[in-house]
């Protein structure tokens, strides 16, 4: 059996069970209904600030925002871990961080140090970013192996996250891309980094929810701007949320911007 053929197989076999799992009531490991009032959302949004130019008093903002609000963690660039840490230390706020952001395309052993480097300077999670370019030339040995790197590369309590970038990627890639990360030990899929285009959907949720089971996490990041399409979303099969608009979404406003 050649790649392609491999390829297919698996794609078609998932796609059967979810045909079958379509009909079943409830998304697993979704937020309860009864759990999602404004300030009970607060607590599956990941606060994020990944912009470039972005300088030191917008990330004071941030963790402020993040202890005032609940929210779970503050996400950031890898380089600016240890500033938030230090901000949000003790406060039960986790930190964050992405890893091969935002194109996935950086060598495996690169995403590895930068992983290494993040957990030391206190991430508790990591957001990498899947090596789309490989996912769409078919070539499953080396998407797999680059998650394998990273999750090597982190602790045991670190919480490994897989951005597969569903804007790029058809529903075939998208299932695919959940049973590799799965398959190589992350603990979340997440929808898209916000810098390719597109946004998390209910739609792609579900899939991924449904390919991934109720054990492993899914986050939706991108287009996550109001209260409504929070809810919409995590009654979809998500279980953590990416915003810059999170104080937007949990006091009832529009946000503004991507992410």
């Not at 602790?155 to 951005?163: E, M, S």
């Not at 890639?173 to 916000?194: N, Q």
């Not at 939706?220 to 979404?249: D, E, F, T």
Request: net charge neutral; charged share 25%; hydrophobic share 40%.
């Amino acid at each position: 059996m050649d790649q392609q053929e491999l390829i297919d197989k698996i794609a078609n076999e998932v796609m059967k069970r979810l045909t079958t799992e379509l009909g079943k009531k409830g998304s697993p490991a979704a937020a309860p209904a009864e759990d999602n009032s404004p300030a009970k959302v607060a607590k599956y949004i990941d606060h994020t600030m990944l912009m470039p130019d972005a300088p030191d008093a917008a990330f004071d903002k941030l963790c402020d925002e993040a202890i005032e609000w609940g929210f779970f963690s503050v996400c950031v660039n890898s380089s600016r871990v240890k500033y938030v840490a230090k901000k949000v230390q003790g406060t039960g706020v986790k930190v964050s961080a992405v890893i091969g952001f935002p194109l996935g395309a950086m060598d495996s052993r690169s995403k590895a140090f930068e992983a290494r480097s993040g957990v030391s300077d206190g991430a508790h999670e990591l957001d990498m970013v899947m090596n789309i370019g490989a996912m769409k030339s078919g070539d499953i040995k080396l998407v797999e192996e680059d998650i394998r790197a990273v999750r090597r590369a982190t602790r045991g309590t670190t919480i490994l996250k897989v951005i597969i970038e569903t804007s790029l990627l058809t529903d075939d890639e998208k299932v695919l891309a959940c049973e590799i990360s799965k398959r190589a030990g992350a603990d979340f899929v997440k929808t898209c980094t916000g810098f390719a285009g597109g946004g998390a959907t209910p739609h792609d949720i579900a899939l991924m929810r449904r390919t991934v089971g109720p054990d492993m996490g899914v986050k939706a990041s991108g287009g996550m701007r109001n209260y409504p399409r929070a809810v919409q979303i995590l009654a979809a099969g998500a279980n953590r949320i990416g915003a810059v608009s999170s104080v937007a979404i949990v006091t009832g406003q529009e946000g503004q911007g991507g992410y």
